[in-house]
T-cell receptor, first 117, second 113 residues
Framework: DAGVIQSPRHEVTEMGQEVTLRCKPI?????LFWYRQTMMRGLELLIY????????DSGMPEDRFSAKMPNASFSTLKIQPSEPRDSAVYFC???????????????FGQGTRLTVV | KNEVEQSPQNLTAQEGEFITINCSYS?????LHWLQQHPGGGIVSLFM???GKKKHGRLIATINIQEKHSSLHITASHPRDSAVYIC???????????????FGKGTLLTVNP
């Protein structure tokens, strides 16, 4: 298995532009997580899907951020309009919840480094 | 106050030394993860544990549920162990039967030859 695949690996965009980050979870995994990592705040959970349904989006900073999971093999995180303070590394992770709540390992993608200038 | 506290924030050691990184948490958890992040950013899961101790090669992780504390030990440290080590706890999403990970800020370990 190729693991969790994120694209692009790097993104540089101008303030005000729309940014779309993509994630392909590991096949067979039914939970998907979007995280943001900054020097100041470390790793923060943005949103969590289970079986393609958003379960907890309390970490999404504001309305400029939205995430979708149209099917089990693809998710997007969109920022519109982007701002310089959105600059961070965005990680996607997936896991397989055999029984809901059962402890399972999360596997991380390589991350997308976003720079908003 | 962060739900997950790691110490130390930075740690420098000489090759061969025994390393300990600590993690304390303030909430009820179902499991705790230790993650490793190398320069370049990739995150690798080292351990997931809910009780007792786990060992993998030179790495040992322990957890004390009653004391809400976990430690990650590295024996015979090597420069390639230099990385950020992150503790994450698995907590219930309020009102539901789902879980999420809450992270510590990480410990930057540098092992000098």
């Amino acid at each position: 298995d190729a693991g969790v695949i994120q694209s692009p690996r790097h993104e540089v965009t101008e303030m005000g532009q729309e940014v779309t980050l993509r994630c392909k979870p590991i096949s067979g995994h039914n939970s998907l997580f979007w995280y943001r990592q900054t020097m100041m705040r470390g790793l923060e959970l943005l949103i969590y899907f289970n079986n393609n349904v958003p379960i907890d989006d309390s970490g999404m900073p504001e309305d400029r951020f939205s995430a979708k999971m149209p099917n089990a093999s693809f998710s997007t995180l969109k920022i519109q309009p982007s701002e310089p303070r959105d600059s961070a590394v965005y990680f996607c992770a997936s896991s397989r919840e055999v029984v809901q709540g059962e402890n399972t390992e999360a596997f991380f993608g390589q991350g997308t480094r976003l720079t908003v200038v | 106050k962060n739900e997950v506290e790691q110490s130390p924030q930075n740690l420098t050691a000489q090759e061969g030394e025994f390393i300990t990184i600590n993690c304390s948490y303030s909430v009820g958890i179902s499991a705790l993860h230790w993650l490793q992040q190398h320069p370049g950013g990739g995150i690798v899961s080292l351990f997931m544990l809910s009780s007792g101790k786990k060992k993998h090669g030179r790495l040992i992780a322990t957890i004390n549920i009653q004391e809400k504390h976990s430690s990650l030990h590295i024996t015979a440290s090597h420069p390639r162990d230099s990385a950020v080590y992150i503790c994450a706890v698995r907590v219930r999403v309020s009102g539901g039967s789902n879980y999420k990970l809450t992270f510590g800020k990480g410990t930057l370990l540098t092992v000098n030859p």
